[in-house]
């Protein structure tokens, strides 16, 4: 899938498309009922379909010191909106000087300037513009001025009511993946390049594939049962800890997977880890022995629990 920027022009075959726009972390069913709704009204009218996201997000632009809240990489979420029906993605860049556009100005010269847009679909509750002063009123008015038109498509509800990122955070954060991959559609998955170690797992039989956790989310700390998935297209059942690793010194944060019956290198390769369900907190141990012990119980139970749990494409 094409990754455009609006600092260039957009190819000529790409202008006069639908574009979903909206931040769409996460990528959940109330996301992927905007981008749908774009996708039905791209190919019903024969024209493109671009989805518009920002990044950085705009609350790491005005709050740079919040703690990592990222449900998605870039890379994913290009993977998720493909997968949806789009043409091309088109990222961007929330700065100093985005920040600063006013509401109007962000509809004719971004939207329909830059992005060569012909129709818009949004949410109902998205925002935009210099103190957040464009919605979807702004949107319809300025933008049919323009003819531009515009869709806002209305929150997507379960029981307890807006399917949001916040729940789905809230929900990993309280070491609940279960109810966040039913949100999502899919398990809440971390992607990252295999980094090397200090190889103490190898030393106990347990070799685990490292990566850091960076701008994601932190989900409660603890013992999971994952899958890995390769770039190859291999699945790989496991356990991971993610945490601090307290029975170590110094302590160090990382997302460690270990895969069973697996004896490959993965150094350096890029992974998904998907996180299927949380099997116990974070311990300490007085012994590399108990830690051991502790491990083959916990790779019993993540064996249970994924032998119970298909995997999702």
Known sequence: ?????????????LRG????????????????????????????????????????????????DAPPFRLTSLDQRAALFEQAGADAMLVFEFNQRLANVSAPDFITEWLIGRAGAAHVVTGEDFTFGKGRAGNVRVLAEIGAAHGLTAQAIGPVSDERGPI?????????????PVEA???????????????????????????????????????????????????????????????VRPTFDPPKELLEAYFFDFAESLYDQCIEVEMIAYIRPEAKFDSLEALTAQMDKDCAEAKRILAASSPVA
């Open 164 to 176: 949001s990122s916040s729940r789905i955070r809230e929900a990993l954060v309280a070491g609940d």
């Open 17 to 64: 498309s639908v574009v979903a726009l909206g931040n769409f972390d996460g990528f959940h069913r109330g996301h992927q009922a905007v981008v749908g709704a774009a996708v039905a009204h791209g190919r019903a009218t024969g024209r493109p379909v671009l989805v518009a996201s920002f990044d950085p997000h705009p609350v790491r632009f005005f709050r740079p």
């Open 1 to 13: 899938m094409d990754r455009l920027t609006c600092d260039r022009p957009l190819p000529e075959h």
């Open 181 to 243: 991959a039913r949100l999502l559609t899919r398990p809440f998955r971390i992607q990252g390049k295999v980094q090397h170690g200090d190889k103490l797992g190898r030393t106990i039989g347990f070799p685990t594939a490292n990566i850091a956790m960076g701008r994601y989310l932190r989900p409660k700390y603890g013992i999971y049962a994952v899958r890995g998935l390769l770039s190859d297209g291999r699945v790989l059942d496991g356990a991971a800890n993610l945490g």
